[in-house]
Nanobody, 122 residues
Framework: QVQLVESGGGLVQAGDSLRLSCAVS????????AGWFREAPGREREFVAA????????YFADSVKGRFSISRDDAKNLVYLQMSSLKPEDTAVYHC???????????????WGRGTQVTVSS
């Protein structure tokens, strides 16, 4: 069983940076791709970024390209989302997700964390 726990959220001002972490417990994390999604009040959960096995590929939503980066440390079972030039519209609960296969961009991941709140003030 894979469990994910996010951390690093908080209240920041527009233009600030923030790094989210996702701690993954369970066997063979190297066999999983990982993604970050976010959910704002009144909106559906949306794809933010993803990283493939062994960090061979990364994927980003158009809204965060050039501002966010994603990385993983398989030795520590951690996935990071580095967010820069934050905007008020980035305000949401950010969830980490993992799966062995399936769509990168949809919410069909098998394993999910509970999320961490990111609030960006203008």
């Amino acid at each position: 069983q894979v469990q994910l726990v996010e951390s690093g959220g908080g209240l920041v001002q527009a233009g600030d940076s923030l790094r989210l972490s996702c701690a993954v417990s369970g066997p063979s994390f190297t066999n999983y791709r990982a993604g970050w999604f976010r959910e704002a009040p009144g909106r559906e959960r949306e794809f933010v970024a993803a990283i493939g096995r062994l960090a061979r590929n990364t994927y980003f939503a158009d809204s965060v390209k050039g501002r966010f980066s994603i990385s993983r440390d398989d030795a520590k079972n951690l996935v990071y989302l580095q967010m820069s030039s934050l905007k008020p519209e980035d305000t949401a609960v950010y969830h980490c997700a993992a799966d062995r296969s399936g769509s990168i961009y949809t919410t069909d991941y098998t394993y999910w964390g509970r999320g961490t709140q990111v609030t960006v003030s203008s």
